[in-house]
């Protein structure tokens, strides 16, 4: 005979309280899922650490591009940008970011082509440069992308950091006139 029988209704224990195993196993997957998301995205927009120094030198032939009259039915665009190291340590690029989806970044050096970086993406490694060597900044620009509505004057950037002390960011400027012909 069970010992809870003759108790009062309003004294006895309920102990009905089920999860479903189901519900469990998917609260997990979640947390998982999450946790995941939070590490991965930190880690993705670290900025990297670069040391500055005053033995590096960098030129760069131009920092401003017009591309004037831009069709808008021509597709893509580009410009290259030269970054040379004219110093005696080697120069470091990084966090490289455009100031709209529109328009991409890609920079190759000795040995190394990154891929194409946007508003949204900073790089994240680190592009070396040795001394005498020239890093090339490609830009392109979709005068599509925005649809109709991106017919116009265009003002677009392309950012980023340097471990030069003097130049510790370059902005580079590219400017046209989008139109449907």
């Known amino acids: 005979m069970k010992k809870d029988c003759c108790q009062p209704q309003s004294t006895k224990i309920k102990t009905g309280f089920h999860l479903d195993p189901f519900v469990i196993w998917i609260g997990v997957i979640t ?7 939070i590490y991965f995205g930190s880690k993705m927009g670290a900025t990297p650490k670069v040391v ?3 033995n590096i030198e960098l030129a ?6 017009d591309w004037g009259v831009i069709d808008y039915d021509n597709g893509i665009v580009s410009q290259n940008f030269a970054i040379k190291n004219t110093g005696s340590n080697t120069l470091e690029l990084y966090d490289v970011l455009t ?7 890609q920079l190759t050096t000795p040995g190394q082509t990154s891929r194409k970086f946007d508003m949204h993406e900073k790089s994240s490694p680190v592009f070396s440069v ?10 392109e620009f979709d005068p599509a992308f925005h649809g109709p509505s991106g017919l116009g ?3 677009r950037t392309v950012n980023m950091k340097t471990n030069d002390a003097s130049n510790p960011q370059l902005t580079f400027t590219l400017t046209g006139q989008v139109v449907k012909k």
Do not use: F, R
């Open 31 to 37: 947390l998982a899922i999450l946790g995941g998301v």
């Open 52 to 54: 500055t120094s005053q």
């Open 60 to 65: 760069v032939d131009s920092k401003n591009h």
């Open 99 to 105: 100031s709209c989806m529109c328009t991409t970044a």
């Open 130 to 139: 040795p001394p005498g060597e020239t890093a090339q900044l490609k830009v």
């Open 153 to 155: 004057s265009i003002t």
